[in-house]
């Protein structure tokens, strides 16, 4: 005999969720439910709210890596509920990040011995590892004045305008003073030359970008250490640097092996670097590398013992997640120096097939640099009728994210737009955004100028008194508050 069962109306398992009420229900947003709902219906309303997010892969603003091998994607499923901090509970993922650290350093020319243990950390990214390379320097700075018995309240650093704005959470949260070098139109980088002007009897290091956000290029660290070397004897200060390597330094070592920038220079006492972006893994990982043991000062190392064992520690965080460390172990031993090449080669060439696209058009002028990080940053020739916030708003119709940005003081009248090419953007896709860009242009062309008024409004004022920069950066801010409006804020 058959038995069978007549499910209840509250059994709701046996439904599809989009039968069921929970798809009529809205979700909480300020507070927690009152009851539960079925995983099915939970993972189904969330994914399908995920939707509306943009595709990371066509997310041309990042640097962070959006695609990874199955193989990797497995390794870090599977260790997701390590926590990293155990180190005892979990040797041999603290025996991965150790060798990690000693295979960047050495990828970064450290002063080592064949066996010899580099001093390092994975962080959750570079902003953390800044943080932590920043209290080196300000402590020993400070220790150093403290044994001269001189002031040690208004430490300072000296950065180009161009910094990633980590740079300014550090002199923010542990109250550094940052001195900034300016940048000017056609020169967006640190000029070491005004750098090293700028540095005094206070500076506890210069911070010098190996791959500007802005626009990829490489700031000249050897003639900012050879400069710097020449003020110290004059001085008989101590100046050192620090590389900021957040983007450029999993490229310069494949790409340009000979240019150096990294430990090699003498005054160079830490470097940092984002395995999350041309180190290939997804994000949450960075690294800081010192340069020998007297760099990292030991009164900022805490060791613990509550977890098993006795464990130095020199983090912001503590939990985090093991999974992103050992993603950076795999994609070291599996690519090695010859794979991260062939990836980095790869990146660089499809950088120039969007770059001659672009030139082709006669539209653009190219902003980023030959040499540097495999981006391409570009403005238009002609912005007058339509500017580059417009390219980017629509060229999102296309599926494509690519941010338009003013550059910092003193160049905020310049507006660019920004591809980053990474590991999983093809050629395809690089002729393809090109046809995209093409078609946009076309658009914009057959519609009225949208910034016509208020630009003749600016022009008027003061009875023409104004500059043509002037009246440049007055529509540029105007156009900047127009987008920031009409985006939608984030609950």
């Known amino acids: 005999m058959v038995l069978s069962k007549t499910s209840s109306e509250s059994d709701v398992s046996v439904h599809s969720t989009f039968a069921s009420r929970y798809v009529r229900t809205s979700l909480p947003r300020f507070e927690m439910a009152e009851n539960s709902i079925p995983k099915e219906a939970a993972f189904q309303i969330i994914n399908d709210e995920l939707m509306l997010d943009g595709n990371p892969r066509l997310n041309l603003a990042s640097f962070v890596t959006t695609w990874m091998e199955p193989e990797c994607d497995k390794l870090m499923m599977d260790s997701i509920n390590k926590n990293y901090v155990d180190m005892d509970e979990y040797p041999v993922t603290t025996e991965l990040q150790n060798r990690c650290v000693n295979m960047i350093a050495r990828l970064f020319n450290a002063p080592l011995e064949e066996e010899e243990t580099a001093i390092g950390v994975g962080t959750v990214g570079s902003s953390e590892a800044i943080m932590l390379a920043g209290l080196a320097f300000k402590r020993n700075w400070q220790n150093k004045r ?16 161009n910094v990633q704005v980590c740079w300014e959470k550090f002199a923010n949260y542990f109250e550094v003073e940052l001195k900034e070098v300016k940048l000017r139109e056609g020169y967006y980088v640190m000029d070491p030359v005004q750098a090293v ?26 003639l900012l ?34 240019l150096e920038w990294d430990f090699r220079l003498p005054l160079v006492k830490s470097i940092n670097v984002s395995g999350h972006k041309y180190g290939l893994v997804y994000a949450g990982i960075g690294w800081v590398i010192w340069r020998t043991k007297q760099d990292l000062p030991e009164e900022l190392i805490f060791h613990i013992n509550y977890l098993g064992a006795d464990q130095p520690t020199f983090t912001l965080n503590f939990s985090k997640g093991s999974s992103q ?40 002028n190219i902003v980023s640099k030959d040499e540097g990080v495999p981006l391409v940053a570009f403005s238009l020739k002609d912005n007058s009728r339509h500017n580059e916030f417009e390219v980017s708003e629509t060229l999102r119709r296309f599926g494509w994210i690519v941010p338009a940005y003013t550059m910092p003081a003193d160049a905020q009248h310049v507006t660019v737009l920004r591809v980053v090419i990474r590991e999983d953007f093809s050629r395809t896709l690089a002729e393809r955004l090109v046809l995209d860009i093409v078609k946009v242009l076309h658009e914009l062309d057959t519609l009225p100028a949208r910034l016509s008024a208020k630009l003749e409004e600016v022009k008027l004022v003061k009875n023409g008194k104004k500059s043509e920069l002037e009246v440049q950066r007055e529509v540029t801010n105007y156009w900047k508050k127009f987008v920031l409006a009409r985006k939608a804020p984030v609950c």
């Open 325 to 364: 460390v050992i993603a950076q172990y795999y994609e070291l031993i599996r690519l090695g120096y010859e794979g991260y090449r062939n990836v980095m080669e790869n990146c660089r060439e499809n950088a120039i097939v969007l770059r001659e696209g672009l030139e082709k058009t006669g539209r653009f």
């Open 225 to 258: 250490n050879d400069l710097l070397i020449e003020k110290n004897k004059q001085t008989g200060w101590n100046t050192p640097i620090h590389v900021d390597a957040a983007s450029g330094g999993f490229i310069a070592p494949f790409l340009y092996p000979e």
């Open 146 to 161: 403290k044994a001269e018995g001189k002031p040690y309240d208004k430490p300072n650093i000296v950065t180009g305008a």
């Open 197 to 222: 002007e700028m540095v005094d009897e206070n500076t506890i290091c210069v911070a010098a970008i190996l791959g500007s956000t802005l626009n990829g290029e490489f700031e000249d660290v050897k």
